[in-house]
T-cell receptor
């Protein structure tokens, strides 16, 4: 199973950008990079995913390193509602998700 | 509006007493997954169904079984719950098995007394 490594926790001030890093040095050529977040007492929620190119959507941006061994989730303006655990996940052709430990994001008002 | 529904949200059972958790979906997705999430840990995949094909993870205990009688419903059966099985159980779906987004339900929190 492909592994991801993330910092256990990060803090951000409200309305400032947040960069959440993820290392995945064992990624294979067909693995997609997914980001999900989980608010307390809720199921994980899709944030963004990509393969090789950087991706943008209404929630966030995903920057993928050229060698694909790392990626960064970018929240452009953190709000209090963005406080959650963020998971970086690799999926192969079977689409099984093997979650890493995730990063707990605290947003400071 | 709900897409992946899990009932009940909270389930209490007794040590060794069989329990069934249910999941239903309105998305008509082919794939349904069950995850176990213990306190302060990440979700752990137990097994998944691709249509009617059951795929068990190698380290999922035999105590955990699953049934998928039709596209919309999937059940998680715990034959003899132990105290260590107390956890949040998450159901998820995806349209296909190929790098698709997974949609998670709110989870069922299981308490074993």
């Amino acid at each position: 199973d492909a592994k991801t490594t993330q910092p256990n926790s990060m803090e951000s001030n409200e309305e400032e950008p947040v960069h959440l890093p993820c290392n995945h040095s064992t990624i294979s050529g067909t693995d997609y990079i997914h980001w999900y977040r989980q608010l307390p007492s809720q199921g994980p929620e899709y944030v963004i995913h990509g393969l090789t190119s950087n991706v943008n959507n209404r929630m966030a941006s995903l920057a993928i390193a050229e060698d694909r061994k790392s990626s960064t989730l970018i929240l452009h303006r953190a709000t209090l509602r963005d406080a959650a655990v963020y998971y970086c996940i690799l999926s192969s052709t079977g689409n099984q998700f093997y979650f890493g430990t995730g990063t707990s994001l605290t947003v400071i008002p | 509006d709900a897409m992946v529904i899990q009932n009940p949200r909270y389930q209490v059972t007794q040590f060794g007493k069989p329990v069934t958790l249910s999941c239903s979906q309105t998305l008509n997705h082919n794939v349904m997954y069950w995850y176990q999430q213990k306190s302060s840990q990440a979700p752990k995949l137990l097994f998944h169904y691709y249509d009617k094909d059951f795929n068990n993870e190698a380290d999922t205990p035999d105590n955990f079984q699953s049934r998928r009688p039709n596209t919309s419903f999937c059940f998680l059966d715990i034959r003899s719950p132990g105290l260590g099985d107390a956890a949040m159980y998450l159901c998820a779906t995806s349209r296909d098995g190929q790098q698709e987004t997974q949609y998670f339900g709110p989870g069922t929190r299981l308490l074993v007394l």
